[in-house]
């Protein structure tokens, strides 16, 4: 369907310019035609007064002429005399006389030819009927042509006692009459036939022979001739004699010339009028219609973005156009600067949507919006990888179609939408759940949402954020557990510094008492087993402290073999004892460059984990070997290892395996097969990390109801590891020493091993002290003997004050728990020695005479 | 769209203009028919029995052919031979190439040379009412609807023959000698062929009516009365009646230039005696002739006269011509030699090589019932 079509405001002008101009023309035309009428009407009504005058006239003279006929024709023959007759003559040309039959019986002529002669009859001619109505005494007439000369005659009639008197007139007689009152009022008289035939006329130069004969119309004053290069009109004139038998011909020359000027006026006036409707036409379009166009352009200028208008003013006549134009460039402009806002705005907009897109897709958080239904409307990069979907496939679908929840327990959250999102909560709190992939991967999210409100604040859908937090949860986890860990490990330090310090203090006692000489057999048996006791306490307090010291990866040569044999220690203390736990070394000597600490924890793990897969108890072996791994081997390995010697240490159990497919993820972090909260999957990942930190490798064969077997390759050292004191020689000397420790039975039992000894002991029972005493006996003290642990100032500190303020005193650290960063810093800016709590008496001599020995 | 309204607009206005230019020239009778003038050349007079009928003819002729060429032109010769030359000279000077005469032979004799002496494409005129011998046999820009006296006479006498009686009284009209002369010349000779047949010549201008030459001509003895007048005069019909009382037995034999309902008025009972030869066969006979006869009568509420008929087919022939694309007096002569026949609705025309007609004559018995 098309659309419908308008016709513009110039052609409806245009139209009604024509049609005004064209009823117009009509009214005038028939205006003119109206007056021209009544002016014809008006001078026919007094012309036709001029033709009843011509009709009297004849009326007047014949009149006459019949009573004297009717006088002759009542006479009789006897007093017809010649000279009644010749009256006669001088009006009629011939006078007959007739019988019953209209035969002529006597004559009486004008001339003396005539066609008429006794015996003619005029039965069977024109005449007869007009002969044969005549009555008695009346008259009647006819113009008819003479019988006697061809020429126009007027006939009378009249009968008297049974016989016809016939009179005839010759028109031209008549004419003549007529002749001068017509020609002096320009008004040819017509004397015509019954039939139209013009018999005689005043004018026959006008070589008018007949008349039309629709009398009606002569009647009716619309008889026109042309005749003589004339135009006239016939109007009939009446006469009692004639009849209607006369007809005068009123010239049109006044009227035509009335005619004409009225047509000339007519035609000036169409004329003008179309000059003036053309100019007016022209000037409405210059004026209105033009810049009405102009209007149009200029919309069609603004509505392409193009606002460069006219000047307001120019080519404007009218001040509504202007007024228009003036309204029209304010508009324009206000459109314009609306517009530019508006470019500007939507650049804005673009380069926020662009923002959020960027946002979204670099946020590190899924988005997913949905309508008010829960149909998807956006779904971000983080969302595509979480879900594994594309955004296309998820967009327009449910959110419960296409985003599985379970809960933090496992279990599926059904309509997950309704549940957990499109509620009236407030937008900051989050909760996690679990959301599970289209590839079944599981990943602990923190979910927040948002309803999104439109300007009247109807909701009309929902923001959606997932953050992925399993990640960050392993790591919360693995810092838990490190800090677990830690905290272990300083509660284990803790215990085992005091513990030390304790047994420090018994092996002390026990020393001194040993020095006694009155000592019975027993008594000495008795202190050696107070010191041998001492000594497995100390062996399992350093085990402790191992276990908990943390940092970083100290390489120093260890014996492998001292290392399980303490894990072995501690695991037969912690595990189920119904687990049997064995060992073997191929050789005594495997020694590798590492951090004993970690790969104790890491063979600990080994066990614990072994543990758990025997909760029945079982059998649970470490054994060491020696392999060589060549190039191709270690180009084969995926650890990076150095084609040389390696440490294998295989550790063994009897417990229930690990299925095939979970083999390859054991060492994965926070991977376990155990219900939540009861493993954190880190042991094996710690057990991995610290091999691949030493450089080693290790590997794993199960067998599902059979056992698992963990292989790790660690490059042996060929160090001889720390040296332990080849005597146990006590080494006598002199000296003052200074001896700082927060324990008092330290105190007691140190001094009195150093004075023993033969050394002058100063004490303090805190690093604060003892820089006070140094700086009271500054040059008197030849060495000092810090404890790191102690309150108001710990050795670390006390040791940087000494040294700053005697860079050249000697110090010896003693301590049972300590951070072994700490002490290597302390022996880079010159730590004279160090000893470990608890220490023996010739332990403590040792350390003393070699740090007296530096300078 | 604006361009094209702007156009529209022009073409309204440019209509517009053409209308009203159409309507002033409507109004001021502007008129560019390309017509070809066609001169009607007898005598106009008020009250004449002939002219009026040979124009209102032209007339009536035009009223039937709308699209016809033609343009009439009426000229006056008032029948008279110098005024007829006068006007057929200056005519042909105007540039009028056509001409319907329809003159008595004196008039048509007296202007034969303006187209034959003259360079044969000036003009063509066709006669409708000559019968001179002059213009027999010639080859010129002359066409005669009409038979020559010849062989007009021939006929006459061949028919007065086969009518009883012995004694022929020929009432010979002297007013037109032009035409009696050669007609009762040839009608004697003619008559010569029947030696039983007695001819008593009377030489007496008709219109006159004079009783002293008529009455002793009457008196004496004859069977048949021959009016050898022409004309159309209305006074045959009153030498009738004056034979009809002499000798109530005797056919009164007319010319075809008699053939004119005003002779009836005059003849009075004589009418029933009157035999009139014509071109044309009576109404009665012949259903053309009687529906045109009608049809004029109805139109103008007269009877024409014979020579009218002769107009019309005069009329007709140069329609033909100019039709066929003949439009100078050399082609349209051409046209007519070569066509010869012409059949027109009122009867056959046909020209020998001279352009003259043989054609024979019609009696007429019953001269009352033509014309009442």
Redo the contacts between chains.
């Keep these: 369907m098309t659309a419908k079509q308008h016709s513009t405001f110039q052609e409806y002008v245009f139209r009604l310019e024509v049609v005004s101009f064209v009823l117009t023309i009509g009214i005038l035309f028939f205006a003119t035609r109206f007056i021209t009428g009544e002016i014809q009407a008006n001078y026919v009504k007094i012309r036709q007064n001029d033709a009843r005058k011509i009709g009297i006239i004849l009326d007047g003279h014949l009149g006459k002429a019949n009573e004297e006929l009717t006088v002759f024709g009542s006479s009789s023959e006897e007093e017809r005399s010649s000279r009644i007759v010749r009256e006669l003559m001088v009006t009629f040309a011939d006078i007959y006389l007739l019988d019953k039959n209209l035969s002529v019986e006597h004559v009486y002529k004008k001339s003396m030819h005539s066609r008429i002669f006794k015996g003619f009859t005029f039965a069977g001619s024109e005449l007869e009927k007009l002969i044969s109505g005549s009555e008695d005494g009346k008259s009647i007439s006819s113009l008819v042509r003479g019988m006697e000369n061809d020429r126009p005659s007027l006939y009378l009639a009249q009968k008297h006692n049974g016989n016809w008197l016939l009179g005839r007139v010759d028109m031209s007689s008549i004419n003549q009459l007529v002749s001068q009152t017509a020609i002096f009022s320009d008004t040819p008289v017509l004397f015509l036939a019954h039939d139209g035939f013009v018999l005689a006329t005043t004018h026959p130069e006008l070589q008018l022979y007949s008349l039309d004969l629709n009398r009606e119309k002569i009647e009716q004053g619309k008889s026109y001739i042309e005749a003589g290069n004339r135009r006239w009109l016939a109007i009939m004139a009446r006469s009692d004699i004639f009849g209607k038998n006369i007809a005068v011909l009123v010239p049109l020359d006044l009227m035509n010339k009335t005619h004409n000027s009225l047509i000339i006026l007519f035609a000036l006036f169409v004329m003008i009028l179309l000059t003036v409707s053309i100019i007016k036409h022209r000037s409405l379009r210059a004026k209105i219609l033009q810049p009405l166009n102009s209007f149009t352009r200029q919309l069609s200028w603004v509505e392409k973005g193009d606002y460069q208008l006219p000047d307001e003013k120019s080519d404007l006549v009218f001040s509504e156009l202007i007024s228009l134009q003036s309204h029209f460039n304010t508009m324009a402009q206000s459109i314009k600067a609306r517009e530019e806002s508006l470019v500007n705005g939507r650049e804005e907009l673009r380069n926020e949507k662009e923002l959020l897109s960027v946002t979204l897709r670099s946020i590190g958080d899924a988005v997913i919006t949905t309508d008010i239904s829960g149909n998807i409307l956006t779904f971000n990069p983080v969302a595509e990888k979480l879900v594994c979907l594309d955004a296309a496939s998820a967009t327009g679908k449910p959110f419960d179609q296409i985003v599985s929840i379970t809960d933090l327990s496992g279990q599926p959250v059904n309509n997950a939408f309704l549940q957990l999102f499109a509620q009236e909560i407030t937008i900051e709190k989050s909760f996690e759940v679990f959301l599970v992939s289209r590839l079944k991967t599981r990943h602990r999210i923190t979910c927040s949402r948002s309803p999104m409100l439109n300007n009247e604040g109807e909701k009309i859908g929902f923001v959606i954020a997932f953050k992925d937090v399993t990640r960050e949860h392993e790591l919360h986890q693995q810092l838990m557990h490190t800090q677990k860990m830690d905290a272990i490990g300083q509660l284990a330090g803790g215990v085992a510094h005091d513990f030390n310090n304790m047994l420090g203090g018994i092996m002390g006692a026990a020393e001194l008492l040993k020095l006694d000489k009155n000592l019975s057999p027993q008594q000495e048996k008795t202190v050696n087993l107070i010191i041998q006791a001492s000594l497995r306490a100390v062996e399992l307090t350093s085990k402790l402290l191992t276990f908990g010291r943390k940092g970083k990866l100290v390489s120093t040569p260890i014996s492998i073999i001292k290392v399980i044999q303490d894990t072995i220690d501690l695991l037969s203390r912690t595990i189920d004892k119904r687990i049997t736990i064995l060992s073997s070394f191929e050789d005594n000597h495997c020694m590798v460059v590492g951090d004993d600490s970690q790969i104790q924890n890491a063979l600990l793990n080994l066990g614990i984990n072994a543990s758990h897969a025997m909760p029945t108890g079982g059998t649970l072996s470490f054994n060491v070997s020696k392999i060589f791994f060549d190039a191709e081997t270690c180009k084969l390995s995926p650890f990076s290892l150095n084609p040389g010697q390696f440490i294998a240490i295989e550790v063994k159990d009897s417990g229930c395996g690990i299925p095939p497919e979970n083999l390859a993820r054991i060492f994965e972090p926070f991977y376990t097969t155990r219900d939540p909260g009861k493993g954190t999957g880190l042991g094996l990942a710690a057990v991995y990390g610290t091999v691949r930190d030493h450089h080693g490798a290790i590997n794993v064969y199960s067998e599902v109801g059979i056992g698992t077997i963990f292989h790790i390759y660690l490059p042996a050292s060929d160090s001889e590891g720390t040296a332990v004191p080849a005597n146990e020689e006590i080494i006598t000397g002199k000296g003052r020493i200074l001896l700082t420790d927060d324990e008092e039975i330290i105190r007691i039992t140190a001094q009195m091993m150093l004075e023993s000894l033969g050394y002058e002991v100063l004490l303090a029972e805190n690093g604060a002290k003892a820089v006070e005493i140094i700086k009271q006996q500054k040059e008197r003290i030849d060495l000092v003997i810090l404890d790191m642990i102690m309150p108001v100032m710990n050795g670390k500190e006390a040791f940087r004050l000494i040294r700053e303020l005697y860079p050249d005193c000697r110090v010896v650290i003693s301590s049972g728990f300590h951070k072994s960063e700490d002490l290597e810093e302390m022996k880079k800016t010159g730590l004279a020695g160090y000893i470990r709590k608890p220490f023996r008496k010739y332990e403590l001599s040792q350390v003393v005479s070699e740090a007296l020995k530096k300078g | 769209m ?1 361009f094209n ?2 156009r ?2 022009r073409i ?2 440019v209509i ?2 053409i209308l ?1 230019i159409s ?2 020239s409507v ?2 009778r502007f008129e560019s028919r390309p017509a070809i003038n066609v001169a009607i050349v007898t005598k ?6 002939v ?2 009928s040979e ?2 003819t032209a007339l009536f002729f035009l009223e039937n052919h709308p699209d016809c060429l033609i343009n009439i032109v ?1 000229l ?1 010769d008032n029948w008279d031979a110098t005024t007829s030359r006068e006007v057929v000279s200056r005519s042909i000077n105007n540039g009028i190439q056509f001409f319907i005469l329809s003159t008595p032979s004196s008039a048509a004799v007296a202007s034969l040379d303006l187209f034959t002496g003259r360079n044969d494409s000036q003009a063509l005129n066709i006669n409708t009412s000559a019968t001179t011998n002059a213009m027999s046999g010639l080859d010129d820009n002359s066409f005669r609807i009409v038979p020559d006296v010849s062989i007009e006479q021939q006929n006459i006498a061949s028919y007065i023959q086969t009518l009883p009686g012995q004694n022929i009284l020929v009432i010979q009209d002297s007013g037109n000698q032009s035409y009696t002369d050669p007609a009762f010349e040839t009608f004697s000779q003619e008559m010569q062929k029947f030696p039983d047949k007695v001819i008593k010549t009377v030489k007496t201008k008709v ?5 002293t030459v008529l009455e002793p001509a009457f008196s004496e003895k004859y069977d048949i009365l021959y009016i050898l007048a022409g004309s159309y ?3 045959i ?2 030498i009738a ?2 034979s009809l ?1 002499h000798k109530p037995n005797a056919p009164i034999i007319v010319t075809p230039w008699a053939r004119t309902p ?1 002779v ?6 004589a ?1 029933e005696k009157i035999i009139l030869p014509s071109q044309f066969p009576s109404r009665f006979e012949d259903e053309k002739i009687r529906n045109f006869l009608e049809r004029f009568k109805k139109r ?3 009877e024409p006269y014979s020579m009218s008929l002769g107009v019309y087919q005069a009329l007709e022939i140069l329609r033909k011509a100019f039709q066929s694309g003949h439009k100078t007096p050399e082609t349209v002569k051409k046209f007519l030699e070569e066509t010869k026949t012409f059949e027109t609705s009122l009867g056959k025309v046909d020209f020998d090589k001279f352009g003259d007609q043989v054609a024979p004559l019609y009696f007429i018995t019953s001269f ?1 019932r033509e014309f009442e």
């Design positions: 604006m309204n702007y529209r607009g309204w206005w517009a203009l009203i309507v002033i109004l001021v106009l007079e008020s009250g004449t029995v002219g009026s124009i209102n009426k006056n219109a006159d009516f004079d009783l005069q209305q006074v019909g009153n009646q004056f009382q005003s009836l008025q005059t003849a009075g009972p009418a103008f509420n007269y009352r």
